[in-house]
């Protein structure tokens, strides 16, 4: 059912190019472990599909906002797989703007069916009574949490890492749900930190890390979270695009941009051990950057660099 993608590769990053030294900074490159979807939505799917067919259903239903990546994963593996699936989308006006949308114009297209409804209804999105109506309305279905964590995400995140990265005292990977950091801790090795960038304000998601996670060697910061949740400003997006020029490797805002930011300011001011060699992993996400820019040109900030 999933064939061999799922080797990805490491590529070195030359810190001399942004003046630093007595460290060892390596990307492992999971945004190129699909044409179409992001490494770790693809990873947290991988078992939830296979579950899903063995269970014999025909539908997924799961929740997302308006440039989800979880979204747009579940509608590419959903339709490859030949499931229908069903978008539970935050913001009832966004039904009217669905060809304005880069996300939602694809996911549609891949023949997921969207249901827009209120913010307000979103936030009761796992509650019984909310959830009754949804089967109401669709029928059974295979039921995914928005950002897709549970027990088999967990799972398949635990592939992230493989024997070569055996070498690494650090492990760096960016936290929107923490379900993929839960992965990347049990599948460390004794000697190695984990380290999670919080996309967002607060560091809750340890709550989950903890659920799942069967070791406690990691720490999770928002010190590079820009104010939380899809926000960003110019110095974030002048990091992503020096980096790229730098490096050739196109980041995210949301993710993978606040997580490599971090990484160098804290190699900058010597905050990990001397001469560590730290292992990031890129998660991708790059499908948001079109709906970024499409913000950031309403607010009338610097593009993203494609």
Do not use: W
Request: aromatic share 10%.
């Amino acid at each position: 059912m999933f064939n061999n993608l799922e080797t990805t590769y490491n590529q070195k990053i030359p810190l001399d190019l942004f003046s630093i030294s007595s460290y060892s900074l390596t990307l492992k490159r999971e945004d190129d472990l699909h044409p179409e979807i992001s490494g770790n939505k693809y990873r947290k799917l991988k078992y939830n599909i296979i579950e899903a067919k063995r269970l014999e259903y025909s539908s997924i239903l799961t929740f997302g906002g308006a440039y989800s990546n979880h979204v747009t994963a579940v509608a590419v593996l959903g339709k490859k797989h030949g499931m229908k699936t069903i978008g539970i989308i935050r913001g009832e006006e966004l039904a009217f703007k669905v060809q304005e949308n880069p996300t939602l114009n694809f996911v549609e297209n891949c023949g997921m069916k969207l249901h827009f409804v209120s913010r307000d209804d979103y936030k009761h999105k796992t509650e019984i009574v909310f959830l009754k109506k949804l089967k109401e309305l669709f029928g059974d279905f295979y039921l995914l949490p928005e950002g897709g964590t549970n027990a088999l995400a967990v799972k398949g995140c635990e592939e992230i890492l493989t024997k070569s990265d055996s070498s690494f005292d650090y492990i760096c990977t960016s936290v929107g749900t923490g379900g993929t950091m839960a992965g990347l801790v049990n599948s460390s090795l004794p000697h190695q930190t984990v380290l999670g960038f919080s996309a967002l304000k607060g560091v809750f998601q340890t709550l989950v890390v903890k659920k799942y996670a069967l070791k406690n060697n990691y720490n999770i910061i928002d010190d590079y979270c820009f104010g939380g949740y899809a926000k960003i400003d110019s110095n974030l997006i002048r990091f992503i695009n020096e980096f790229k020029e730098k490096t050739g490797i196109q980041l995210d805002p949301i993710y993978t941009g606040k997580m490599m930011f971090g990484i160098i300011d804290l190699l900058k001011n010597k905050k990990l051990k001397k001469n560590s060699c730290i292992l990031a992993i890129h998660t991708g996400g790059l499908q948001g950057i079109d709906g970024m820019n499409r913000l950031l040109k309403k607010k009338d900030l610097p593009q993203i660099n494609v």
